[in-house]
Structure formats: structure tokens, C-alpha cells
């Protein structure tokens, strides 16, 4: 099984950037973003973002996986 999950763009190196979640930078691939931007949030999967996310929303889905992976411990 594979999830997508919401991060935040904090770098971008033409189609290659550098987004995060608690901390934690992963590289992902924005050629399927049009006219992507540090500060942006947006879903990854496979290591692409995938669709561009508002911020209440993409909050509200990390306090979402916050929420599992503490029901998990």
C-alpha cells in the first residue's frame, strides 16, 4: 500500500525541490505543478507531487496522520 502525503515546498531547483513535514526534507519532483512555489503546499507520492493543496487543508490532513500514527504507539 502507498500513501500520499501532504508537504510544504521550502526549495525548488527548476522541476527538483526540496519539501517537509515535522522536520523531516524529502527531494520531490514538481513537473506535474504548474508554476510551483516555496511556501506551497502539495501531495507526494512516489517521491512527485501530485496536486497542489491549500493550507487548511493540507494541515488538516497531517493532523490527520499525526493523529493514526499516535494511535499506532
Given at each position: 500500500?502507498?500513501?500520499?502525503?501532504?508537504?510544504?515546498?521550502?526549495?525548488?531547483?527548476?522541476?527538483?525541490a526540496v519539501a517537509e513535514w515535522?522536520?523531516?526534507?524529502?527531494?520531490?519532483?514538481?513537473?506535474?505543478?504548474?508554476?510551483?512555489?516555496?511556501?506551497?503546499?502539495?501531495?507526494?507520492?512516489?517521491?512527485?507531487?501530485?496536486?497542489?493543496?491549500?493550507?487548511?487543508?493540507?494541515?488538516?490532513?497531517?493532523?490527520?496522520?499525526?493523529e493514526v500514527e499516535n494511535a499506532?504507539?
Amino acid at each position: 500500500m502507498c500513501l500520499a502525503v501532504p508537504l510544504k515546498i521550502v526549495e525548488l531547483h527548476g522541476a527538483d525541490a526540496v519539501a517537509e513535514w515535522e522536520g523531516v526534507r524529502r527531494k520531490i519532483r514538481v513537473d506535474f505543478i504548474p508554476d510551483p512555489q516555496v511556501g506551497q503546499y502539495v501531495i507526494v507520492h512516489a517521491g512527485f507531487a501530485i496536486e497542489r493543496l491549500d493550507e487548511k487543508q493540507a494541515l488538516a490532513d497531517q493532523q490527520a496522520f499525526s493523529e493514526v500514527e499516535n494511535a499506532l504507539l
